[in-house]
C-alpha cells in the first residue's frame, strides 16, 4: 500500500535541525523554509559552515544557534518536529577524533531524544549504511544486521550510528516517542566541503585543479551515489509518513558502480585529463555496498529520479565556483560552461543563494 503524505498540503511545524548548517542539513533548512515551517537550525561548526546558511539568517522563520549537541539543550517554545544530522560524516573527519564522534552519536542523540520526549516532538536519526559495516550481504536490506569491526578506525562511527539507532528504539518502547531512523548511503552534491575527504568532493576538486585523482586501493570496490535534492525529498517524506513508520529504512539510490568508474565518470563530465593515482586502501574500507530500497518505494512511494550524470554536473557547477574562489588559477583549466549547465532547479536556486 502506497501511504505517502501529500507533502505539500501539511501544517506547518516548529522544526529542529541539529548539524544543519551542514551539507546535507542546510538543504533540509531551504526546503523547510519553502514548505513554511519555522526552523531552527543548531550547529557547532565542527563540518559545517556558516555560508551554508548565512542567506537564510535573515528569513523571518529561520534561528540560528552554535550549540554542541553533546550538551544537554534547553528551547523555549513548542518544537513539532527534529532531524538529527549533527555528526561529521566523513571516514577522516570523523576519526580525527574518535572519541568525539562516539560521544556526539551517542550523548547528541540522547540530548535530543530527551528534547523530543519533553516537547513530544517527532524525531529523525539520520543513519547510515555504515551501520552495515563491509557486508557479507549484498545488496542491503534493512533486516541485514551487519559486519561491523567494532575495534577498527571506523568503529567510532559505525558503532556510534549503531547505538544511535538502539536509543531511538528503546526511547519508543519506554516514552512511546515518534521516531524515524533513515539509514543514508552515499549521498553527493553542492555545498560538501571542498576539504571534505569523500570520495565525490575529493575527485571533482582534483579533476578541476588538474591534479591527480587519489584513488584507494585497486578502484574495484563499489558504492551506490545518492544526489542530494533526491535523498532531502525521501527525508522529508519518512519525516511526515503516518505515526507507525518508524524505519530503520534505507535511503539511497541503488545504481552502483566502482570507484574507478566513478573517477573516470567524473573526468569526463569535467573534461579533466588528470591522470588516475592509486593510493592505498583505508583499513575496513567496505568493499561493496548498494541499499535495498523497497522499503522506501513501498512505505513511502519513494525512489531516486536524478541520475548520476545530471546530478555530477549540478556538483561539478557548484565547485567550479568554489575552486575558482580560491586558485583562479586553476579556472583556466576549465570545461567551457556549457558542459557544466544540468543543474536541477533546486540546487541551482540554492547555490545561488549559498554564493
Ligand atoms: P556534514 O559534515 O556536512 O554535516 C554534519 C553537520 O553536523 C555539520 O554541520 C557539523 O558542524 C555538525 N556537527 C558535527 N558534530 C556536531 C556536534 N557535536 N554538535 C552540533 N553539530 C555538530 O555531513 P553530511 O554529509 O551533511 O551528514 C549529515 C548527517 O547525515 C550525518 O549525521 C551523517 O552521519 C549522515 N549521513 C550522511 C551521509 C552522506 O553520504 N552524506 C551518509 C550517511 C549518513
Ligand atoms: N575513496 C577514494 N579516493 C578518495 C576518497 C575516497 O578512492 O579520495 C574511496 C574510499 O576508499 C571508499 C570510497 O571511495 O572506497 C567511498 O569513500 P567515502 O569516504 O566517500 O565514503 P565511505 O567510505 O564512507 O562510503
Redesign the pocket.
Known sequence: MNVQMPIHTRRSHRTLV??????????ICDTLLQRGDTVIC????????MR?VRPLLNHPHFRFIE?????PLQLDGPIDRIY???????PP??QQDPV??M???VI?TLNLLELARQKSARIL??????VYGDPEVHPQPESYTGHVNTIGPRAC?DEG?RAAETLMFDYRRMHDLEIKV???????GP???EN?G?VVSNFIVQALRGAPITVYGSGSQTRSF?F?DD?VRGLEMLMESPAGVTGPVNL?NPHEMSIEAIAREVLNCTNSVSPLEFKPLPVDDPKRRKPLITTAEKLLGWRPRIPLRKGLEATVAYFALEVAAHDPAATKKQPSPSRRSGRTRLTLANSQQAR
Not at 67 to 71: I, Y
Not at 84 to 90: D, G, T
Not at 125 to 130: D, F, M, P, R
Request: charged share 15%.
Open positions: 541539529a548539524g544543519g548548517a551542514g551539507f546535507i542539513g542546510s538543504h543548531l550547529d557547532n561548526l565542527h563540518t559545517g559552515a551554508n550549540h554542541d549537541v553533546r550538551e538529527n544530522f549533527a555528526c561529521p560524516a566523513s573527519h570523523y568525539g564522534t560521544k556526539t552519536c547528541g536519526q539520520a543513519s547510515t549504511s555504515e562511527y550510528k533513515a539509514r543514508i548511503f552515499n549521498t553527493y555545498r560538501m566541503h571534505d569523500r545518492c542530494v535523498l539511497g
